[in-house]
C-alpha cells in the first residue's frame, strides 16, 4: 500500500501565496515522477507541474513563473509553493506519485501511479 496525504491548502486572497506539500509512505522502494493536478468545480482535472527524481520540471503554462514545484527525496515528499495566486487557481490540488514498491517492480519499471485525496485551495477576489 502507498499513501499520499497533501496538506496546505486553505482560503487566500487573490495575490496572496500557499505552499502544499506531499509526503507519500508505505511500500516505497523509489519514487520516479511526482506532481500535482488540479481540478475546478465542472471542470477536467488538469496537469498544474510535474519533477522528476533528478528534478527536473515541467510546469502548465497558466502557472508558469507564479508556481514552484520541488521535492525532498529523502522525505519522499513534494510541495508546490503557489504565489500571486488568481481566482482562477481556486481547485481541488491533488498530488500524484510514480511509484516503485520494490527493487523488483524499479528493475522491471513497473510503477504504481498513487494519487492524494486532494486539498482545497480558494482564492478570492
Known amino acids: 500500500q502507498v499513501q499520499l496525504v497533501e496538506s496546505g491548502g486553505g482560503l487566500v486572497q487573490t495575490g496572496g501565496s500557499l505552499r502544499l506539500s506531499c509526503a507519500a509512505s508505505?511500500?516505497?522502494?523509489?519514487?520516479?515522477?511526482m506532481g500535482w493536478y488540479r481540478q475546478a468545480p465542472g471542470k477536467q482535472r488538469e496537469l498544474v507541474a510535474t519533477?522528476?527524481?533528478?528534478?527536473?520540471?515541467n510546469y502548465a503554462d497558466s502557472v508558469k513563473g507564479r508556481f514552484t514545484i520541488s521535492r525532498d527525496n529523502a522525505k519522499n515528499t513534494v510541495y508546490l509553493q503557489m504565489d500571486s495566486l488568481k481566482p482562477e487557481d481556486a481547485a481541488v490540488y491533488y498530488c500524484?506519485?510514480?511509484?516503485?514498491?520494490?527493487?523488483?517492480?524499479?528493475?522491471?519499471?513497473?510503477?504504481?501511479?498513487?494519487w492524494g485525496q486532494g486539498t482545497l485551495v480558494t482564492v478570492s477576489s
Open positions: 519533477i522528476t527524481r533528478a528534478a527536473s520540471t
Open positions: 500524484s506519485a510514480e511509484v516503485f514498491r520494490s527493487r523488483a517492480h524499479y528493475y522491471a519499471n513497473n510503477n504504481l501511479h498513487a
Open positions: 508505505g511500500s516505497i522502494f523509489s519514487i520516479n515522477a
